[in-house]
Structures are given as C-alpha cells and as structure tokens.
C-alpha cells in the first residue's frame, strides 16, 4: 500500500549530469518527516546521498556536495535528485525512500533504479 516509483537513471559520461525523480502518493509524501535518496554500487554497502526534510531542511553526503541538489515538489508528491559532474564512482543503483513521521528513519523503499557513469 505504500509505493515510491523512481525514474530518470541512465547511462551518462563522466561529467554529464542526469536528473531523478521519485513519485508517491500524496499519504506517503504528507506523513514521511524526510524524503532521501540512497545508493548502492556493487561490493559496497547502501549509502545515504541525500536527504530532504518536511522543513526543506537537506543534508548531502560529502562526496556529492556542490554536485547533487535534492528537492521537492509538494503538489506532485515527488522528490528530485538532480546531478551534475557526475563520476564514474557515482555508479549503482539509486532508491528512493521515505521515513516515519517520527525521525528519518527510512521504512518505505522504491525498487531502484540505475545509473551508470563512464569515464
């Protein structure tokens, strides 16, 4: 009953830039106290990227700031992920998810979508 669906991941070359969203229902996106988007990159371990709050409020990891902008739309229920001068280490599959209403702890996942950057 809870459904994040992802799109706009592709291939692209170092440097390019590629723009991802994240549509939900309207309950979903009212309740989460923060929308985020994640990554996995094969052998490694699923890593927060970024991170936007009810308030507006983001939080980027470092290896991505100055690069990723991450946003929201209120009356589409979507979530965005813009990226630019994107790195071949950029690489994996990217989920987007949303918290309780209570922390950002994310509970609810979408199925991913991949985004391939070469050099």
């Known amino acids: 009953q809870v459904q994040l669906v992802e799109s706009g991941g592709g291939a692209v070359q170092a440097g390019g830039s590629l723009r991802l969203s994240c549509a939900t229902s309207?309950?979903?996106?009212?309740?989460?106290?923060?929308m985020g988007w994640h990554r996995q990159a094969p052998g490694k371990q699923r890593e927060s990227v970024a991170i936007i709050t009810r308030g507006e409020d983001t939080d980027y990891a470092d290896s991505v700031k100055g690069r990723f902008t991450i946003s929201r739309d209120n009356a589409k229920n979507t979530v965005y992920l813009q990226m630019n001068n994107l790195k071949p280490e950029d690489s994996g599959v990217y989920y987007c998810a949303a918290s309780s209403p209570l922390n950002t702890r994310f509970i609810y996942w979408g199925q991913g979508t991949q985004v391939t950057v070469s050099s």
């Open positions: 309207r309950t979903t996106f009212s309740f989460a106290a923060a």
